[in-house]
């Protein structure tokens, strides 16, 4: 039999025939070559390279290929597996190889398929199979990576479907903070905090989590919270250094949860002096509020050290969810912690972490301005606005009393409660009296 005829299409026709002479000759190496396992990204095919199976060959180009800035796919085989001798050669290609194929629509007219990203790319990769003293290994036989179409970036790379993948573990996870009633979109930023990357780059999109979450055939959303517990007993039982703690109203209904990882608990070791800790999300499907304990790194990254769930938004679930955490970290209070202007978690931050400087997000105070004041200030909003940004950047504490009052009888701002309230709470926000204190750069 041909050659031609014994090759079998494994997967999607696509009319490429990557033959012995399209890109380079098949050169064997001697016999000393060594036995590739390995699948390092730094290494780049060659003829004669050995790998032990064909899916340790896939893994090594498929790694090779993300480096570089495509993806892969099964192309051909030569025999058939459980026939004969099995599958004796392999080919490898770009995604992009071959062309989309015509389809015989049901009146009997040609019709595209779907929009195609395969532009006839020749780039590929073939193992044969050889046998060596009855030990089967492949062999590189021929390779290309010369393409005809530009290669993806390191953050554009991760986003196609070969590469969107999710682990076993992100799986767990998606699916706890699904029982937990978070969106899909508060699911992904808070990975991106556990990963400590940024924003945009794991290794799978929106809608990948949207189809998993569609798979979860069994959730049951009156037995969530319940459900949510039952999966972080499993996490400890996995893991003895994840922890979490709860607890139950008098109907037996979950009222608070926290949870943290042994990752973070030792980031918060070493970069736990100034942490931010967001509670401006709420999740809908639970009237729950989702609070966030975060940090920053020498490198300026984000660091996750925590998560909350709170029933209620008064001191004592504040306390609860505050004292959790000390309790996770050991007994160690951050030096600053940054919050949003919750009066109060004000008054449980001041119980629970005495020796704590506390702080508002100035970013936080800055959003309600324009609810504030642009109604009442109309077209003097813009320069009032200018003037507080001035003010919060003094240096001297005099400059700043000074100016405000300047501030105030300019604007006629007086009996304004938000400006009595501002002043009133200077020292948490006002750079002059927040200068001594350690926020890590924020």
């Known amino acids: 039999m041909s050659e031609g005829a014994s090759l079998v299409m494994e997967s999607s026709e696509n009319g490429t025939d990557l033959s012995q002479d399209d890109n380079g000759t098949i050169v064997e190496m001697p016999e000393d070559t060594i036995l590739s396992q390995q699948t390092s990204v730094n290494l780049v095919p060659f003829i004669g390279q050995r790998f032990v199976s064909q899916d340790a060959a896939y893994e090594f180009y498929c790694s090779f290929a993300k480096q570089c800035g495509f993806s892969i796919r099964r192309h051909r085989t030569r025999g058939k597996d459980g026939i004969g001798r099995g599958v004796t050669r392999r080919d490898f290609t770009c995604h992009r190889g071959g062309y989309p194929q015509m389809k015989l629509s049901e009146d009997g007219k040609m019709q595209r398929n779907r929009k195609s990203s395969r532009c006839g790319c020749r780039a590929y990769m073939r193992i044969v199979k050889r046998a060596d003293f009855n030990v089967p290994e492949w062999r590189v036989t021929a390779f290309s990576n010369i393409h005809n179409h530009e290669l993806l970036k390191a953050n554009e790379v991760c986003l196609l479907p070969a590469y969107c993948t999710i682990t076993p573990d992100d799986k767990a996870r998606i699916c706890m903070f699904a029982k937990a009633g978070m969106s899909v979109r508060q699911m992904l930023r808070l990975m991106e905090l556990e990963k400590g990357i940024k924003l945009g780059c794991l290794p799978f999109t929106e809608i990948d989590v949207r189809n998993l979450l569609q798979s979860f055939r069994n ?104 004292k959790t955490f000390l309790g996770f970290m050991k007994g160690k209070a951050p030096q600053t912690l940054l ?31 324009s609810d504030w004041f642009s109604v009442l200030l109309g077209s003097r909003y813009d320069d009032w606005k200018s003037d507080f940004y001035r003010l919060y950047g003094l240096e001297l504490l005099e400059e700043f009393e000074e100016e405000w009052r300047e501030m105030i009888d300019k604007y006629g701002l007086h009996d304004n409660k938000h400006i009595i309230s501002l002043y009133a709470l200077r020292t948490f926000w006002a750079l002059p009296f927040l200068r001594p204190y350690f926020f890590a750069g924020g």
């Open 219 to 322: 959730v049951n959303r009156d037995n969530d919270p319940i459900d949510l517990i039952a999966m972080c007993k499993k996490l400890k039982d996995e893991n003895p250094n994840f922890q979490y703690d709860f607890k139950l109203d008098g109907h037996n209904r979950l009222e608070h949860i926290a949870w943290t990882y042994a990752s973070s608990v030792q980031l918060y070791v070493s970069f736990g002096d100034a942490v931010v800790f967001d509670t401006t999300h709420r999740l809908d499907a639970y009237d729950m509020l989702l609070g966030v304990w975060v940090g920053v790194d020498n490198h300026g990254m984000t660091t996750f050290f925590g998560c909350v769930l709170l029933r209620d938004e008064n001191i004592q679930s504040f306390s609860w969810g505050l």
């Open 339 to 369: 919050t949003d202007q919750n009066m109060w978690l004000k008054e449980a931050i001041a119980v629970e972490m005495p020796e704590t400087k506390h702080a508002f997000s100035i970013c936080h105070i800055i959003s309600k301005f």
